[in-house]
């Protein structure tokens, strides 16, 4: 693996650097991206911002300078560096994940466990609770000016990855952190605000759908969102995921699954799970993947198919 001082002499020696993160981004993946690509336009760098742009949630216009980001398909010999954050695998790249594959000198910083060398440079570490705390380390051992801005990407990232400091991955490294980013100015009111506090009509829809449609089964539940009832309530993907972990926050409920159809039978799968079930290993087998609590994964069949997918294995893993 490739340690966060290497990661500095690679990127000093480019000029030209290209960065993005993962499809339907959240707020680990924009803080991470911005927070590095703004220290290292601080620094001198031509940077470009990449980004699958499907569903972005509407409140990060307000935080992130979206208008930075560039969506469509880019030729990778345009660039000396290309730089991949909070991906762990190259379909999570979306639109992207070619140009990355077919560039020589690609570097991916994360902090999912990674299945594959996928990258030539990869520094990950699985520990830390967001990558914007990766991020952060590689920042401070590059001696970096942490402007307000830089520090306000970087706590919305352990903020949202931490489900705001209650998730089980909260640990010290967490609070560290976030108190020295406040320290550096990072508005944690404005993230709170955005984050916790104001939703907006599509998002309240999509919480009532949940709440309505919500299937449970013992200690499972699951809810299922077709590209129809999506249209219906005027919602995204993004205005779903904010839900992941409902399901979870049940009394009961060790395995919850959203499903969103993401096209014309094909569903993105949100898992969330107690201590007693590990998310990570169902992903990881059905080709997606993410940490033990929450993960992730693709399926491919009708929602009947998808149905009958979730209570096999809901019966796998019966407890
Ligand atoms: P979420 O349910 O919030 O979309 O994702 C939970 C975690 O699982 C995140 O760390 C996310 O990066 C990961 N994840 C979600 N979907 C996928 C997927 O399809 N493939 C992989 N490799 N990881 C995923
Ligand atoms: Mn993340």
Redesign the pocket.
């Known amino acids: 693996m490739t340690t966060l001082t290497e990661i500095i002499d690679i990127i000093n020696q480019a000029k030209t650097i290209a960065i993005m993160g ?1 499809k ?1 981004p ?1 707020g680990d993946s924009f803080g991470s991206l911005f927070a590095l690509g703004t220290y290292l336009e601080n620094i001198g760098k031509k940077v470009t911002y990449y980004c699958d742009n499907r569903d972005i949630k509407p409140y990060f216009q307000f935080i992130f300078p979206v208008k930075k980001l560039k969506y469509a398909k880019f030729k990778p010999s345009k660039f000396d560096l290309l730089i991949a954050v ?1 991906s ?2 190259p ?2 790249l979306g639109i992207h994940e070619d140009s990355f594959t077919k560039h020589k000198n690609t570097l991916v910083i994360d902090h ?1 466990i990674q299945q594959e060398q996928w990258s030539k440079y990869i520094y990950f570490d699985e520990k830390r609770a967001s990558n914007c705390e990766n991020v952060y380390s590689l920042l401070t051992i590059a001696n970096a000016e942490i402007t307000p801005d830089i520090a306000t990407y970087l706590y919305l990232g352990v903020s949202s990855d931490t489900g705001s400091f209650k998730h089980y991955n909260t640990n010290q490294n967490c609070f560290t952190v976030a108190s020295k980013l406040l320290e550096y100015g990072a508005d944690i009111h404005k993230v709170n605000d955005y984050l916790y506090r104001y939703y907006t009509s599509s998002q309240i829809q999509t919480e009532k759908f949940i709440l309505n449609n919500l299937v449970i089964n013992s200690n499972f539940a699951y809810v299922i969102i077709t590209m129809k009832d999506l249209d219906e309530m005027r919602a995204n993907k993004g205005d779903v ?1 904010m839900h ?1 972990d409902k399901l979870i926050s049940f009394a009961g409920i060790d395995l919850g699954i959203i499903a969103t159809e993401t096209k014309p039978n094909y569903f ?1 799968l ?3 799970s107690s201590e007693k079930v590990n998310v990570q290993e169902i ?1 990881v087998k059905n ?5 033990k609590r ?5 399926y491919e069949g009708t929602k009947e198919d998808l149905i009958k997918f979730i209570n096999q294995l809901f019966m796998e893993i019966k407890l």
């Open positions: 993962h339907y959240d909070d762990s695998s379909n999570r999912h995921s992941s993105d949100s898992m969330r992903a080709g997606g993947g993410g940490h929450a993960a992730g994964c693709n």
